[in-house]
């Protein structure tokens, strides 16, 4: 009988294969670096290009002052409180309006839509992320925008309703797709388990799987509200733009025009003078706005990261 040769090189295949799964590997691991690093210097560039603004104006007036006039003849004001409340405004406007459809949505199409229907629904819905925002703001101008006027009886509809409106139809698509994975996602023990006591089929959605896939909810309600805070076009085209300080507040206010972090950097960033204190301003409302969004994304992940951790 022929003795069989063992040796300790194993074949050439295994080698191809775990140098292969090395580069994937690399190549992953430099994508994720180059991410974190554009976000370290963009971070960085913000924070560099506004302490020019901090060095005239006072960072306390800055984050408390209610008057933002930078090319006043008397005395420059940069106070970012109107902005702030008109951006915290819109943002919880359009949640109010997209959480309810959106859950209600997604629950749809977890539970009660056919495999059929949920198949078309739920791509035909994601896509309505791919609408330009400036389509969007185009059909607040020509057709939300007059409905809201003549509803309320005002001179315009350029306000801040109008801006949660449109708002809301961009924060849906987010907040249906990522609420219907974490609906899926519950056991359907759960289901059993209710419908076995007598819970009907509503019952059982309601207060057995929204409750148990409430962090995945309310990590797609906060992506959905970062995409509403981070929004430049729609609110530009929708809210009026009017930098004053909103009145009347609540209900009153949602009929005025407003004016979002964004909306002003992007009227004021193309007609500043470079190198003057404007300019610099500008880019310190870059900087909060870009805290503000990286914190709730920051506390959106952290939320998701736990509830994939509890159902896993």
């Given at each position: 009988?022929?003795?069989i040769a063992l040796t300790?090189?194993?074949?050439?295949?295994?080698?191809?294969?775990?140098?292969?799964?090395?580069?994937?590997?690399?190549?992953?691991?430099?994508?994720?670096?180059?991410?974190?690093?554009?976000?370290?210097?963009?971070?960085?560039?913000?924070?560099?290009?506004?302490?020019?603004?901090?060095?005239?104006?006072?960072?306390?007036?800055?984050?408390?002052?209610?008057?933002?006039?930078?090319?006043?003849?008397?005395?420059?004001?940069?106070?970012?409180?109107?902005?702030?409340?008109?951006?915290?405004?819109?943002?919880?406007?359009?949640?109010?309006?997209?959480?309810?459809?959106?859950?209600?949505?997604?629950?749809?199409?977890?539970?009660?839509?056919?495999?059929?229907?949920?198949?078309?629904?739920?791509?035909?819905?994601?896509?309505?992320?791919?609408?330009?925002?400036?389509?969007?703001?185009?059909?607040?101008?020509?057709?939300?925008?007059?409905?809201?006027?003549?509803?309320?009886?005002?001179?315009?509809?350029?306000?801040?309703?109008?801006?949660?409106?449109?708002?809301?139809?961009?924060?849906?698509?987010?907040?249906?797709?990522?609420?219907?994975?974490?609906?899926?996602?519950?056991?359907?023990?759960?289901?059993?388990?209710?419908?076995?006591?007598?819970?009907?089929?509503?019952?059982?959605?309601?207060?057995?799987?929204?409750?148990?896939?409430?962090?995945?909810?309310?990590?797609?309600?906060?992506?959905?509200?970062?995409?509403?805070?981070?929004?430049?076009?729609?609110?530009?085209?929708?809210?009026?733009?009017?930098?004053a300080m909103p009145e009347?507040?609540?209900?009153?206010?949602?009929?005025?025009?407003?004016?979002?972090?964004?909306?002003?950097?992007?009227?004021?960033?193309?007609?500043?003078?470079?190198?003057?204190?404007?300019?610099?301003?500008?880019?310190?409302?870059?900087?909060?706005?870009?805290?503000?969004?990286?914190?709730?994304?920051?506390?959106?992940?952290?939320?998701?990261?736990?509830?994939?951790?509890?159902?896993?």
């Amino acid at each position: 009988m022929k003795a069989i040769a063992l040796t300790d090189n194993p074949p050439k295949r295994l080698f191809s294969t775990a140098f292969k799964d090395k580069c994937v590997h690399a190549v992953f691991f430099i994508n994720g670096m180059l991410v974190v690093l554009l976000l370290g210097g963009i971070f960085l560039l913000l924070i560099q290009t506004s302490i020019p603004a901090f060095q005239e104006v006072s960072i306390v007036e800055f984050l408390t002052s209610t008057n933002w006039n930078p090319t006043s003849y008397v005395k420059a004001s940069y106070g970012i409180i109107p902005m702030l409340v008109s951006t915290f405004m819109v943002t919880v406007g359009a949640l109010a309006i997209a959480i309810p459809i959106g859950i209600g949505a997604a629950a749809y199409l977890s539970d009660v839509a056919s495999p059929r229907v949920r198949e078309i629904l739920k791509p035909t819905i994601e896509m309505l992320a791919a609408v330009p925002s400036v389509v969007i703001g185009f059909l607040g101008i020509v057709f939300v925008g007059p409905l809201i006027a003549k509803f309320f009886n005002i001179y315009n509809g350029l306000n801040a309703i109008n801006g949660s409106v449109l708002l809301a139809v961009m924060a849906l698509p987010t907040i249906i797709s990522i609420s219907e994975d974490a609906l899926s996602s519950v056991p359907y023990s759960y289901d059993q388990a209710s419908l076995a006591l007598g819970a009907t089929k509503w019952q059982t959605v309601i207060r057995v799987k929204i409750p148990a896939a409430l962090s995945g909810i309310i990590a797609a309600c906060m992506l959905g509200m970062g995409r509403a805070i981070g929004e430049t076009m729609t609110v530009l085209m929708a809210t009026g733009c009017a930098p004053a300080m909103p009145e009347g507040f609540p209900f009153e206010a949602f009929l005025g025009s407003v004016r979002t972090l964004t909306s002003s950097i992007a009227i004021e960033l193309g007609e500043v003078a470079y190198n003057t204190t404007h300019y610099y301003a500008l880019f310190a409302l870059g900087l909060v706005l870009f805290v503000i969004t990286f914190v709730i994304n920051l506390i959106s992940d952290i939320i998701l990261h736990n509830f994939e951790k509890v159902h896993r």
